[in-house]
């Protein structure tokens, strides 16, 4: 009797370790997809710093009862998320710890680092139409293998030709500036309008303006500074704890 228990039990701990091992495929919800730039500074010629990007997506799901949002750096093995990730749009997601998954039309999948979990209610049921359009392969157009011939169609004749635009106007002036914190993944404010996560690089029109930095567990850090056009602006703040 005791041993068929210890077999009972060591056989429910071998499928637990494998359902864990092999998490199920769960339809989710796109939330919001923002891209962040790091400007990094690789080294000075002369008077002049010769610097690289760092591009990384942030990508919140709504997955059941909860948000979580993931990160991930841009590079060779991890290109950019599909433009059509918009608010809203269905996606198959697999949560392992703090990795999440996200798979791509096409089959391809995204591996993110889960930084920031929310409770929120229940997502909206994802019905399986919505899942097949959201990954659903564009066609291709008709199949030339057709039995009989189709005759091509006529061409269209010349349109006549279109007035030419008159340029754009020039852009308004602004200034740039770059934003870090220590620790990173702070809620980024400037004028008091939440503008996502640090690091950041946000192009701004001249003028006086106030940025605040928030983070769980660590004081609240703001300053007012001024940027003129044209400039480049580093604000690097050290939050510290509460």
């Not at 709504?62 to 991930?72: D, E």
């Not at 019905?127 to 061409?155: K, V």
């Not at 934003?179 to 004028?191: F, I, S, V």
Request: with cysteine.
């Amino acid at each position: 009797m005791k041993s068929s228990r210890v077999l009972l039990v060591v056989s429910a701990l071998l499928s637990l370790s494998a359902w864990c091992a092999n998490p199920a495929w769960q339809a989710g919800r796109i939330v919001e997809v923002q891209k962040d730039v790091n400007t990094k500074t690789l080294y000075w010629l002369v008077n002049t710093p010769i610097t690289e990007d760092e591009i990384s997506y942030r990508i919140s799901v709504h997955l059941k009862g909860r948000i979580l949002t993931g990160i991930y750096q841009l590079g060779k093995l991890q290109g950019p998320p599909p433009e059509t990730w918009v608010k809203d749009q269905p996606v198959n997601t697999q949560i392992d710890g703090d990795t999440m998954f996200l798979q791509q039309p096409g089959g391809s999948t995204l591996k993110l680092k889960i930084f920031k979990r929310k409770t929120a209610p229940l997502v909206r049921p994802v019905t399986s139409e919505e899942l097949a359009e959201a990954y659903a392969t564009p066609s291709s157009g008709p199949d030339d293998s057709a039995t009989g011939f189709i005759p091509p169609a006529p061409a269209a004749p010349a349109a006549a030709p279109r007035p030419v635009a008159p340029p754009p106007a020039p852009a308004a002036p602004t200034g740039t500036i770059s934003l870090r914190t220590t620790p990173y993944l702070a809620d980024l404010y400037l004028d008091g309008e939440n503008m996502g996560y640090t690091p950041a690089r946000i192009n701004l029109p001249p003028g006086k303006h106030v940025v605040r930095f928030e983070k769980q567990g660590y004081k609240t850090w703001s300053k007012e500074f001024t940027l003129t056009a044209g400039s480049e602006l580093l604000v690097d703040a050290t939050l510290e704890k509460k």
